[in-house]
């Protein structure tokens, strides 16, 4: 539109200036070398207009005629240029459906219109990929290193060739030296990161963390949480030989992440143990708040040295007032009052949770309580009994492995801050939990009736559990079934255990290994005639935590409804 008014006006112009010219005539005489040329002014105009308008095309001829060949060239040029790109463009489509052989093709077509376009060597490499030919596929990423242009590229290529075939620590090179090349480059800094937590190079994976921050590579808001997952990994590491280190690491990890249970734990111990119990409290207090969890409780209970088990009792009163609403609060309470003896308020603290949040853990405590406070063995077992059918416990589970510590790293994938204190989204499936609730019915004969009938007419044995017995047994804070899977296997989801039903009295001979983990097992040392047959399912374990190493428990005294009775302390079977 711009060009027709452009247009329009210049012969308005042009029509009015000869009409002003046709209006005022004029004659025009030129005298030189002997001729006398006389005119008008308007055929002047109009002559010179002409000759100016011949020049400029016998010029424009003139130049069209020089600039031929080059014109020439520059079309087929464009053509091959042309042909290339449709080449390209085809070949990607090809290389993205899966096409081998249409991508081939069109990467050699494009090789030949296009030798060096860097697109080229990329549909080329994709399509020797998509071949199968890994050979060539190095060889042409290999070959882009040699050009600043497609450096970048080749090292992506070989990167993703190297994590492919299982070649990390090339993988690894290839992903630093992408990073070095070009600090601003995600795929690398983030690459290098993950695999240098999975590789438990926390020292590496700071620095490749901070670098990333600097150039804006990796989202800010979980910056701060995976540095104090790597602080906290440097001070778990150091927490054995070098306390300053760890202290130092621990603290710093706690502040960037106050609910972090693992900095607070190793801080609130390595204080503790200098006689800092105040800075050491606070510490754990700040992450209790946030996140409960029993190795706080733990760590807070025993954070100032020599204290008896009433004064432990005290602190953790103290502990349980701040998040009185988490689950952990009144078993750590009464986990501490069983330890102080005074079982009607450990029995205080359990009773909210008896009706609807009863868990492994609760039910255990509620039969340790029994077996301390009564001795009475068929409340015992009928809390032993619960426990097998209860809800589970919080523990630290990732990617469908339950480990007994927090990790900083999956052990399936390397991801890290993976491991997470909640309640695991699978268990035993139906068939072992009908095998542990078997178990647990074979423990529960133990001391049946016909054991109390004998007990009427004869002394006990060295072989005849007591009620204290039954206190060592269930001497712990939870009961966990033993995991059936290994770090890696596929997860099995979860089924609830069928109740328990108490079956015909055997006689049966406990066996208890006293370890860090103690198993519990049960087998029959005789089969009466009336007992039932021996079930043919495989053993099951039941792990039990063991009591602090300065914590007398439940052998400080007697209780004093029971008889005391020659006992020795069990032996692990042969």
């Given at each position: 539109m711009v060009r027709l008014v452009a247009y329009l006006l210049s012969i308005l112009l042009i029509a009015s200036g000869l009409a002003w010219l046709a209006d005022r005539p004029g004659t025009l005489q030129i005298a030189w070398q002997g001729y006398d040329i006389e005119t008008s002014v308007f055929r002047a105009v109009v002559i010179l207009a002409a000759a100016i308008a011949a020049a400029i095309f016998l010029w424009s001829i003139g130049r069209a005629i020089w600039n031929s060949p080059a014109a020439l060239g520059n079309r087929i040029v464009r053509?091959?240029?042309?042909?290339?790109?449709?080449?390209?463009?085809?070949?990607?489509?090809?290389?993205?459906?899966?096409?081998?052989?249409?991508?081939?093709?069109?990467?050699?077509?494009?090789?030949?219109?296009l030798p060096h376009e860097p697109l080229t060597h990329l549909l080329r490499a994709q399509a020797a990929q998509l071949a199968g030919d890994r050979a060539t596929t190095r060889r042409i990423y290999e070959a882009m290193l040699a050009s600043p242009e497609t450096e970048q590229l080749g090292l992506r290529g070989l990167y993703l060739e190297a994590e492919r075939e299982g070649e990390t620590e090339a993988a690894l090179q290839f992903a630093d030296r992408a990073l070095k090349t070009n600090p601003k480059l995600g795929w690398s800094a983030e690459s290098l990161f993950q695999m240098q937590c999975k590789q438990k190079e926390w020292a590496a994976a700071l620095e490749t963390l901070s670098l990333a921050k600097r150039n804006g590579t990796i989202d800010k808001s979980g910056i701060d949480r995976k540095?104090?997952?790597?602080?906290?990994?440097?001070?778990?590491?150091?927490?054995?030989?070098?306390?300053?280190?760890?202290?130092?690491l621990a603290l710093e990890a706690h502040n960037l992440a106050p609910d972090l249970v693992p900095a607070a734990c190793v801080a609130g111990r390595i204080l503790a143990s200098r006689g800092n119990t105040a800075k050491a409290a606070k510490v754990l207090q700040k992450?209790?708040?946030?996140?409960?969890?029993?190795?706080?409780?733990?760590?807070?209970?025993?954070?100032?040295?020599?204290?008896?088990?009433?004064?432990?009792?005290?602190?953790?009163r103290q502990l349980a007032a701040i998040n009185p609403q988490s689950i952990e609060s009144p078993i750590a309470l009464a986990t501490t009052a069983v330890e102080a003896r005074?079982?009607?308020?450990?029995?205080?603290?359990?009773?909210?949770?008896?009706?609807?949040?009863?868990?492994?853990?609760?039910?255990?405590?509620?039969?340790?309580?029994?077996?301390?406070d009564t001795g009475d063995k068929g409340k015992v077992r009928e809390w032993l009994a619960r426990a097998a059918n209860a809800a589970r416990d919080p523990v630290w589970f990732a990617d469908g492995v339950i480990s007994s510590r927090w990790e900083p790293t999956s052990p399936v994938d390397g991801r890290l801050d993976a491991f997470q204190w909640r309640v695991?989204?699978?268990?035993?499936?139906?068939?072992?939990?009908d095998l542990v609730a078997t178990r647990i019915e074979e423990l529960l004969a133990i001391g049946g009736p016909a054991d109390d009938a004998s007990d009427e007419n004869a002394t006990a044995s060295d072989d005849q559990p007591s009620p204290r017995d039954y206190a060592d047994i269930i001497d712990a804070e939870a009961v966990t079934v033993a995991p059936t899977r290994s770090p890696g296997?596929?997860?099995?989801?979860?089924?609830?255990?069928?109740?328990?039903?108490?079956?015909?009295?055997?006689?049966?001979?406990?066996?208890?290994?006293?370890?860090?983990?103690?198993?519990?097992?049960?087998?029959?040392?005789?089969?009466?005639?009336?007992?039932?047959?021996?079930?043919?399912?495989?053993?099951?374990?039941?792990?039990?935590?063991?009591?602090?190493?300065?914590?007398?428990?439940?052998?400080?005294?007697?209780?004093d409804n029971v008889s005391p009775l020659p006992r020795r302390p069990y032996r692990a079977a042969n």
């Open positions: 053509r091959r240029q042309k042909r290339g790109l449709e080449a390209l463009s085809s070949g990607m489509i090809a290389v993205g459906a899966g096409d081998r052989v249409l991508a081939t093709r069109y990467a050699l077509q494009a090789r030949k219109a540095r104090a997952v790597l602080l906290a990994a440097q001070a778990q590491d150091a927490e054995e030989n070098e306390t300053d280190k760890a202290l130092t992450t209790w708040a946030r996140s409960p969890h029993p190795d706080i409780a733990t760590a807070y209970a025993y954070a100032r040295v020599g204290d008896s088990t009433r004064d432990r009792l005290e602190r953790v005074l079982f009607d308020e450990a029995r205080s603290a359990l009773e909210p949770l008896l009706a609807n949040r009863l868990t492994q853990r609760v039910a255990t405590l509620m039969a340790r309580i029994e077996a301390g695991p989204a699978e268990a035993l499936d139906k068939t072992s939990a296997s596929a997860a099995q989801p979860l089924t609830p255990a069928p109740a328990a039903t108490a079956p015909e009295p055997v006689a049966v001979q406990p066996v208890v290994t006293t370890s860090p983990a103690v198993a519990v097992k049960t087998e029959p040392a005789a089969k009466p005639a009336a007992a039932p047959q021996p079930f043919a399912k495989p053993e099951a374990k039941i792990f039990v935590a063991p009591r602090a190493p300065d914590d007398p428990g439940l052998e400080q005294a007697e209780p």
